[in-house]
């Protein structure tokens, strides 16, 4: 294990003690904490799976019944009568005038009652041209039965008569109460009767502005409850019930609204149609039962919701029943577009308007169904299990979902509960391993403190040969360390091999010392130790490695300029400093010839922040350039390049060895530094990454590989660095087309 040489024997039982030990509780603690999280996932989704198909059973049951509701109604011969009454007194109502009196009157309802509702849930102003109502019989009937009706908006069904006299008004003041009772029962949200022939809405409960109006061809014949009844039309089948998904309806001022239509037969002639609007407060009872969530097992932040096919809503939210002001804080929080917010916010629904595009949608929507642990639609993970809908009509998916930081609440707890108590067990069996480690070794230490040398932690072997008592310490007598074992077979060893050991060893200390001088020119420490311990081929794969590759540039104009011996004591000077920087920074050099210099980090010491590192490295390589130039008064420059990646370094030779390296870092670097501005740093995107909010790059042009392939680079702060570039320069002229100049923008080829 690494750096148990350097330990003491007594250390090497303690730690040996406490690893198997503490391996064992952790091994059993992370199997213990594996399979509880398993049984507990597998339980959580079972719950889940058992209320989502309860619930889908409810609603698909509840759909049932509406559709045999609808044609028990379509059947019964009092709608049939009604159906055949009120055709008959609509058409009846055609034939009459309308005076311009009572048209002012209905615009002045839309204008003043039913607009300023509406306009609070759609874009845009409404127009009176759009939704008028045409033919006569339609505007009498919304003039009579909502206009002036005398009953406040939401209470128009309470108008049995208009006392107008027609025959329409006798056929409404008998069917009425009973259509009124019959919603009311079932919790529907309108009825209407339908002319199949014209599309002519001949009569509904509540008298919202689709009263009299036509499918076909008036204002509302893109709604969904138009597209019901085309369908109805179309189905020449007897007892055929239709069913349409929601959508926004404008006669219930922008609501979204379901409708469900069936054709009703005066013996074998279809006399009209019968639709229900659908009431989403009956979907969303059955999906939270009653607001019950905990009773169905659904926790805290669980929740069974609908999806359609368009990958919105079709029931509640939860969160946006219990708290709608956090439920809104939630979706800007997730970055939900501003409109669709607004939209929740006004209808006070997000039926039909947030999206689900969750994994467990898309899936229920395809067919599927299963569980899977998954983000929701709230931002958070979540357990989901998830299914279609069999509804006739619509395409839906029903989805139950827990938070997946509740339904782990109690492997957290359980995980806290290990840790505490593995550190507990860790403090027990450190006492432990160090009472018997001292068991073990009090013979081996009496051995050695009788013989005078130690290897103490972390210190290498010493002797006592040059010190005054060195005769004294080998005469002494034979310890007797106790028992007649081993151990004193080994005590007598050490006597007779302790003063042969004592005359060489600073002979060999000595020698030591100038070899590993030697070794250390050549190669790095560790590399050295790997050496001297027998490994002499030395090849290594290193997967984090950054190269600095430094071009100095005017050594030969500097020559010229002020001599042999001042170039070479300045270059020496810049030389030794670059060194003692690198090494303060664990930055190693690995070749200065001509006028580069080559240096790694992260080669033979892993550093998490050798890019960063090196990049101070070459910051600090311009300040002392620059301290070089103002001493000597030479005008060197630097061309810095900086890559990093994967490299392979390896012990080249046998006679004359060296430890060469090669891999992209060295030749992309090689390259940059080649085609870098004098006194700048020019790095690849791996080195830009992570230190790009340390330091001030710029965008730099791609730089081209000998295999043809581009890189992008980045200038080390251009803009910054000016000052720091004159300053450098200072006191040098340069022409325009001089490959040294530092304003010049041009790249060397």
């Keep these: 294990m690494f750096g148990l040489k350097h330990l003491s024997i007594k250390s090497k039982l303690q730690i040996i003690l406490l690893f198997a030990s503490l391996g064992s509780i952790l091994v059993i603690s992370y199997l213990s904490w594996s399979k509880a999280r398993e049984i507990l996932t597998h339980r959580i989704f079972d719950q889940l799976t058992s209320v989502r198909a309860s619930k889908a059973y409810q609603v698909e049951a509840y759909f049932k ?10 059947e019964n011969q009092m709608t049939v009568a009604a159906m055949r009454e009120f055709n008959q007194s609509f058409d009846d109502l055609d034939k009459i005038s309308f005076s311009l009196e009572r048209d002012a009157k209905v615009e002045s309802y839309y204008t003043q009652e039913f607009f300023p509702r509406l306009a609070k849930n759609i874009e845009g102003e409404p127009l009176f041209e759009t939704y008028r109502p045409t033919g006569n019989a339609a505007r009498e009937l919304q003039y009579q039965y909502i206009a002036n009706n005398p009953n406040p908006v939401g209470k128009k069904d309470v108008l049995d008569d208009a006392k107008d006299n027609s025959k329409y008004s006798a056929v409404h003041r008998r069917y009425h109460p009973l259509f009124r009772n019959l919603i009311k029962r079932f919790g529907y949200s309108d009825l209407f009767l339908i002319d199949a022939e014209t599309g002519d809405i001949v009569y509904t409960v509540y008298k ?24 109805a039309r179309d189905n020449p089948d007897l007892g055929a019930i239709q069913l349409v998904d929601f959508q926004f309806y404008r006669p219930s001022y922008n609501a979204p609204a379901a409708f469900i239509a069936g054709s009703i037969y005066d013996g074998s002639r279809r006399v009209g149609i019968l639709a229900v609007q659908l009431p989403v407060d009956e979907i969303n009872r059955v999906l939270t039962g009653n607001q019950n969530w905990k009773q169905d097992g659904l926790g805290d932040t669980g929740e069974t919701y609908l999806v359609g096919d368009d990958l919105r809503l079709r029931s509640a939210a939860r969160l946006l029943l219990e708290n709608p002001a956090a439920y809104l804080d939630v979706l800007r929080h997730n970055q939900v577009r ?35 642990i998954m983000q929701g639609y ?42 505490l108590s593995t550190i507990v067990l860790i403090l027990l069996l450190t006492l432990l391993a160090t009472i018997a480690s001292q068991r073990l070794m009090r013979p081996i230490d009496l051995m050695i403190q009788r013989y005078g040398s130690r290897h103490v932690e972390g210190k290498p072997l010493t002797s006592s040969v040059d010190s005054p008592d060195a005769d004294a310490d080998n005469s002494t007598p034979e310890m007797d360390i ?31 010392q100038e070899n590993e001088m030697l070794l250390l020119n050549i190669l790095p420490r560790p590399l050295m130790e790997r050496w001297r311990q027998g490994d002499t081929k030395l090849v290594d794969r290193v997967q984090q490695v950054t190269v600095i590759a430094i071009q100095i540039v005017g050594l030969a104009k500097s020559t010229e300029q002020q001599g042999v011996q001042t170039v070479a004591n300045a270059f020496n000077e810049f030389i030794v400093q670059l060194d003692d920087t ?80 090669w891999g992209e870092p060295l030749s992309i670097a090689s390259q940059l530094e080649r085609q870098a501005e004098p006194n700048t740093i020019r790095v690849t995107q791996a080195v830009y990454d992570p230190v790009r909010d340390l330091f001030p790059f710029e965008s730099n042009k791609s730089v081209v590989l000998e295999d043809k392939r581009t890189l992008p680079t980045w200038v080390l702060g251009k803009t910054g660095l000016r ?27």
Aim: proline share 2%.
């Design 338 to 372: 501003s409109e669709i917010v607004s939209s929740i916010e006004k209808l006070k629904t997000a039926l039909l308007v947030l999206p689900i595009n969750t994994e467990a949608a898309k899936k229920s929507m395809a067919g599927k169904s299963g569980t899977q």
């Design 65 to 74: 019944n509406l559709e045999n509701h609808l044609q028990t109604l379509c």
């Design 582 to 661: 690198g090494e303060k920074s664990d930055i190693e050099r690995l070749d200065c010839f001509g006028d580069r210099y080559i240096a790694a980090c992260g080669l033979t010491k892993p550093r998490l922040d050798h890019v960063k590192r090196v990049v101070d490295f070459a910051h600090e390589a311009l300040n002392l350039v620059k301290a070089v130039n103002q001493k000597y008064n030479l005008g060197l420059n630097l061309r810095i390049g900086i890559h990093t990646g994967a490299v392979t370094a390896a012990l080249i030779g046998q006679k004359k060895f060296r430890y060469d390296l």
């Design 482 to 512: 106790g028992d007649d074992d081993e151990l004193r077979e080994l005590s007598q060893i050490f006597q007779e091999m302790r003063q042969q050991i004592h005359e060489k060893i600073a002979a060999l200390a000595q020698k030591e």
């Design 378 to 419: 709230g931002g958070s993970d979540v357990l989901s299990s998830y299914a279609p809908l069999n509804i006739h009509g619509v395409n839906w998916g029903i989805i139950s979902e827990m938070a997946l930081s509740e339904a782990y609440a109690p492997i957290n707890a359980l995980q806290n509960y290990l840790l």
């Design 208 to 231: 919202e502005t689709d009263f009299g109006t036509n499918l076909y061809s008036g204002p509302y014949r893109n709604t969904n409850l138009a597209e019901v009844v085309r369908q």
């Design 723 to 749: 000052d720091l570039i004159d300053e450098l320069t200072f006191g040098l002229s340069f022409d325009d087309d001089d490959d040294l100049n530092p304003h010049s923008t041009e790249e060397r080829d």
